[in-house]
């Protein structure tokens, strides 16, 4: 007959509470006729009822069985069973620190101003904690659930609280957590320490990202001491509304680029911006024959440089006889040394009378080749199309500057900040009746006829300070 019973809530059991209350009930079959139960709980007997109940205040491992007793058996007995309860705190100990571990005080109150701190034991009353100790910086400040104390100057340092109680064994320590009462006008005044990023003589040298030049730009505007109206992508796009102005009339060299008729495609052209050989810093290829992209970006932004226009093309011949001289330099020489025999005349009619014919030659048959060029594309077209025989180019080119050598220009960074003078101005002048807190009002209309009178002038600066180096803006050729 098989003798049975369950062990209530379970056999395994963790400390909810400062004390664990166990059941055990006999679930063997009525029909056993059962008369006599004997608990034994490690080998003591602790009940002869059907049920038995204890109730335990600390960690215990035992054996629970069950031996019954009847008229038609005599006596049988159950299996061991296991029973487990575990060391474990009630919830997580815990303690406040009240209005917040970091307080300000103020030391131009000549020591009236000061904080007072409390500090709580905020442990569920099921723990059952019955001592505290509370030590700051070390030292124990009290032994009850909570300490209170005033500050009169800047104070830092460590607050552990460390507790005992009936709800688990031993100590528990609670922390550490650091307490800080600063100074509100040490803090505000402080010396500020250029970043490392900025530390140069000239700080536009050191700017080396959009980001830093917006962090610049907000820095002259007051930030953060107060809020400026107008987020980091505002400013990038001012930043890059000043980069198209510079790039226009100022950032740009003239470069003078050779290539060869090997890298001409036909009845396409070639990439003048390709000669600049930024293999590496592309992120991806473009199809010269389509201009389609196969990617997001087809350069890194800040280091792209492309051809504005074209002001010279000087095509030469690469196969021949004369390939390192051409027929006229030929003839400059020979002129040369006939000066030398005393046989100028003759040879100085010989050379015009020639030129003359090579210069009609090259009109008759249209020896001279065209060159078209197109800015967006940057396909460099050679008209005849030079593809069936080979050939040595040099063009001319305007060409601009990258903007990661732009963006450190000083006429970008002001006319960038004034693009966001302006824009907060505007912002700003929203709210121009709204009384702040202490009296003042937004002075917008400063911050805004300085943007607009600032624009203007830095305007006039690039279209008459750099207009005689001012590239084509249509194609000659």
């Not at 002869?48 to 491992?61: K, L």
Request: with cysteine; proline share 4%.
């Amino acid at each position: 007959m098989a003798i049975t019973f369950d062990v209530l809530p379970s056999s395994t059991i963790n400390f909810t509470s400062p004390m664990v209350t166990l059941s055990a009930i006999d679930t063997s079959p009525a029909v056993s006729g059962i008369t006599m139960w004997e608990w034994y709980f490690n080998d003591t007997l602790v009940s002869t009822t059907s049920t038995w109940q204890n109730t335990f205040f600390s960690p215990i491992v035992g054996e629970l069985q069950l031996v019954v007793y009847g008229l038609s058996f005599g006596s049988a007995s159950s299996e061991f069973v296991d029973v487990t309860i575990d060391d474990a705190l009630p919830t997580v100990l815990s303690f406040d620190i009240l209005p917040s571990s970091r307080e300000e005080i103020n030391s131009r109150t000549a020591g009236s101003e000061s904080v007072t701190i409390t500090t709580i034991d905020t442990s569920p009353a099921v723990s059952g904690v019955s001592g505290w100790n509370w030590t700051f910086m070390g030292v124990n400040v009290s032994n009850t659930n909570s300490w209170v104390n005033t500050f009169f100057s800047t104070a830092t340092g460590d607050i552990t609280l460390t507790v005992t109680g009936s709800g688990f064994t031993g100590s528990q320590v609670l922390g550490p957590e650091t307490l800080e009462i600063y100074d509100e006008v040490e803090t505000l005044y402080e010396p500020v320490t250029p970043p490392g990023t900025r530390a140069s003589t000239t700080l536009n040298h050191a700017i080396t990202s959009y980001e830093l030049l917006a962090d610049r730009i907000a820095l002259q505007l007051g930030a953060p001491l107060i809020n400026i109206e107008a987020c980091d992508i505002q400013i990038f796009d001012f930043i890059n509304q000043a980069v198209e102005w510079y790039s226009k009339y100022a950032g740009y060299t003239e470069e003078y680029l050779a290539f060869t008729s090997k890298l001409y495609v036909r009845n396409v052209g070639i990439r003048l911006d390709q000669l600049f050989g930024y293999a590496g810093e592309t992120n991806t290829t473009r199809d010269i024959s389509t201009g389609a992209v196969s990617g997001i970006y087809d350069y890194d932004l800040l280091s792209v440089r492309k051809v504005i226009d074209v002001f010279h093309f000087e095509p030469g011949e690469s196969t021949g006889i004369n390939t390192l001289f051409t027929l006229e330099q030929a003839m400059a020489q020979q002129t040369y040394w006939s000066y030398m025999l005393g046989n100028a005349g003759f040879d100085l009619i010989t050379w015009e009378t020639l030129k003359q014919w090579l210069d009609l030659r090259k009109k008759v048959l249209a020896q001279t080749p065209y060159v078209r060029f197109d800015p967006r594309s940057q396909i460099l077209r050679i008209i005849p199309d030079p593809w069936d025989k080979q050939m040595l180019g040099v063009v001319g080119c305007y060409v601009e500057r990258s903007v990661r050598d732009l963006i450190q220009e000083r006429w970008v960074q002001r006319y960038a900040l004034a693009l966001t003078k302006i824009s907060v101005g505007n912002v700003r002048g929203k709210y121009g009746s709204v009384q702040l807190f202490g009296g003042g009002t937004p002075n917008y209309n400063d911050l805004l006829s300085q943007g607009l009178a600032e624009k203007e002038a830095l305007e006039t600066e690039i279209l008459t300070g750099y207009g005689e180096v001012t590239p084509p803006t249509f194609f000659i050729g």
